[in-house]
C-alpha cells in the first residue's frame, strides 16, 4: 500500500511542478475493457473475458511535433469467468483429477496500472503509441459455485502482486477530446497466468 501512495504522490507532484511547461499536457481518462487470462500450459481450464472499468489521470510530454511521452496512472476493476474444467489438469486444478468434471467460477481483482507509452503522431487527429504498462494488484478474489472448491484451491494467493504488460494504443483527438482503442499483452506471468487485456476510453485534456 505504501509503494501505491508513493506512485501516486510522485505523479501527482509531477503533475503540479510540469503543469506551467507549454510542452506538457495532462487530463483525465474514463472507459472500458475486456479482460482475459492466458495460461501458458495445457489445461483443461476455459477463461473468457468480461467487462470491466477504467478510471485515471495522464501526463503528455510533448518531445516535438510528432512524438510525445504519456505516462498514465489507471484504476482498473478487472474480471474473467472460469468456464469449465474437465479430468483435472495444470493451475492448481490437478487436485481434482475426477474426468467430466465441471467447476464454474469467477475471478475479480482490483489493480492500478501505470501504462508508460511512446506515441507518435500520424496526422493531427491520429496516433499510434506502445510502451510497458506495469500492474499491482490491490485486491483478488477468485470464488466457485460449487463453495467445497473455494476451500481446497489456492486461487486467492494474493503473494504476487506486480505485473507487466506491453500496450499498443490507436489514438484519435478532436480538441479536447480524445478517443484510444489499446490491447495489453501479459509479458510477465502471474498467479500461473498472463493478461490479455483490450481496452476502449476517452480522455479529456484539463
Known sequence: MKKILLLI????????????????????????????????NESPVIYQGKIGYHA???????????ISIRPEL?????????LKMEGGGSSGFNFFNIRGNHIYGEITESLVFLPILAEYKLNHRFSLGIGPVFGYSINR???????????????????EKFELNLGIDFGYS??????FIRYNHGIKERQNLKTSLFQLGLNYKL
Do not use: H, P, W
Not at 141 to 159: C, H, I, L, R
Not at 174 to 179: A, Q, Y
Open 9 to 40: 504522490g510522485l505523479f501527482l507532484f509531477n503533475l503540479n511542478t510540469c503543469s506551467q511547461n507549454e510542452k506538457i499536457e495532462y487530463g483525465i481518462i474514463l472507459g472500458f475493457q475486456n479482460s482475459s487470462f492466458i495460461e501458458n
Open 141 to 159: 478474489k477468485v470464488e466457485y459455485d460449487n463453495n467445497s472448491f473455494n476451500e481446497f484451491m489456492d486461487n486467492n494467493n494474493t503473494s
Open 74 to 82: 489507471l484504476y482498473l476493476a478487472r474480471a474473467g469467468s472460469i
Open 174 to 179: 478532436l480538441n479536447n477530446i480524445g478517443l
Open 56 to 66: 485515471g489521470i495522464y501526463i503528455s510530454f510533448i518531445l516535438n511535433e510528432k
